[in-house]
Nanobody
Framework: QVQLEESGGGSVQAGGSLRLSCAVSGVASSTNYMAWFRQSPGKEREGVAGICRDGVTTYADSVKGRFTISRGYADNALQLQMSNLQQEDTATYFC??????????????????????WGQGTQVTVSS
């Protein structure tokens, strides 16, 4: 079993930065892919950034060049550095993990339904 817990959310003005963290506990070896998703009221949950165990990353077009995903030592943490935040980035952000059987790192962020483990979410609010 893997447990995920996000932290680092908050309120920031447009153009500002935030760093989200996700603490990973349990059997981390049971996953080989982690990702950040976000969901705002009335919208579907969407993938923001993903990272494979080998460090290969994938980003949604809307955040490329502004967000950076990274994994901590021994896979016990996941981070999301967010810069130049915009109002449309306002959402609840979730970290998620899964054991993929693709044989290679995917070039896309899997659908939320494909992820096995989820954190409880952390709110990010960007004001003008």
């Amino acid at each position: 079993q893997v447990q995920l817990e996000e932290s680092g959310g908050g309120s920031v003005q447009a153009g500002g930065s935030l760093r989200l963290s996700c603490a990973v506990s349990g059997v981390a070896s049971s996953t080989n892919y982690m990702a950040w998703f976000r969901q705002s009221p009335g919208k579907e949950r969407e993938g923001v950034a993903g990272i494979c165990r080998d460090g290969v990353t994938t980003y949604a077009d809307s955040v490329k060049g502004r967000f950076t995903i990274s994994r901590g030592y021994a896979d016990n943490a996941l981070q999301l550095q967010m810069s130049n935040l915009q109002q449309e980035d306002t959402a609840t952000y979730f970290c998620a993990a899964v054991l993929l059987f693709l044989g290679r790192c995917p070039s896309y962020i899997p659908r939320p339904q494909s992820m096995t483990y989820w954190g409880q979410g952390t709110q990010v609010t960007v004001s003008s």
